[in-house]
């Protein structure tokens, strides 16, 4: 018998059979692990398999490669503290539904591990919808797809970056842009920032980064699959601009 021990967050769960659970679960020491729950569904402690729990997992198996079963004790509820905002619900659904559809099983990543856990530290905070789009910059540059924003890719100047070239993923000045402007993606402000306030970025600014990482997102990780619930949120946060 194998065992795991570890502690992660609920990124997906899907019904099996009458009243057991298959759940995702992001861990820190062993990235997305799958298993099972038995009679998840008809107990009082259903609560406890909510996605965006935090929990302490125990996952048991014969072999290495059997479905396995989960043992779970909850850290941690982060939904319950925004149930009645629909906007940050979707928020959260996004980033769940981004972890179980965009990382390979069994692959540690401690980096975004520790920022989804600051992510999910400051939901229902002002500054959240920006620390998102950041967040999906650096899932982005876990994944290999990193984008290049420390300097003008045809001058090498550091100020004054405005764009983002969709071919190159490098920044690019409001000079050198010229007549390709219409060509490139805008990069808000707050994308080069050092620091973590992000209290006071503008709806759309932060459109213009979703548009950003969603592009390459789609292009190069969701391959004509974007979660639904990232498009819902988008939609959201659109009708706030209007």
């Not at 014969?62 to 925004?82: A, P």
């Not at 975004?112 to 959240?128: A, H, R, V």
């Not at 808000?188 to 503008?202: A, G, H, T, V, W």
């Amino acid at each position: 018998m194998i065992q795991i021990q570890d502690t992660g967050i609920i990124t997906k769960t899907r019904k099996f059979g009458e009243s057991s659970l298959i759940l995702d679960i992001f861990t820190l020491h062993n990235g997305v692990m799958k298993g099972m729950v038995k009679y998840a569904t008809s107990t009082k402690q259903n609560s406890l398999y909510q996605t965006g729990n935090l929990t302490e997992a125990i996952w048991k198996a014969r072999l290495g490669e059997h479905l396995g079963n989960f043992k779970l004790d909850l850290v941690k509820s982060y939904s319950s503290s925004i149930i009645n905002n629909y906007l940050y619900l979707e928020g959260l659904s996004t980033v769940m539904a981004e972890i179980s559809l965009c990382l390979p099983e069994r692959q540690p990543f401690p980096n975004l591990y520790n920022n989804l856990l600051y992510l999910l530290d400051n939901l229902g905070k002002d500054s959240w919808i920006a620390l998102f789009v950041l967040w999906e910059k650096n899932l982005l540059a876990e994944l290999g797809f990193s984008m290049d924003l420390e300097k003008c890719a045809l001058t090498g100047a550091t100020e004054g970056l405005a764009f983002v070239s969709p071919k190159t993923a490098r920044a690019v000045t409001e000079e050198a842009a010229g007549i390709w402007k219409d060509k490139l993606l805008p990069l808000p402000r707050f994308m080069l920032e050092k620091k973590d306030d992000c209290d006071k970025i503008s709806a759309d600014d932060v459109i213009k980064g979703m548009d950003l990482t969603g592009f390459f997102l789609n292009h190069y990780v969701f391959t004509g699959k974007e979660p639904a619930a990232r498009i819902r949120f988008y939609n959201l946060l659109r009708k706030r601009i209007k």
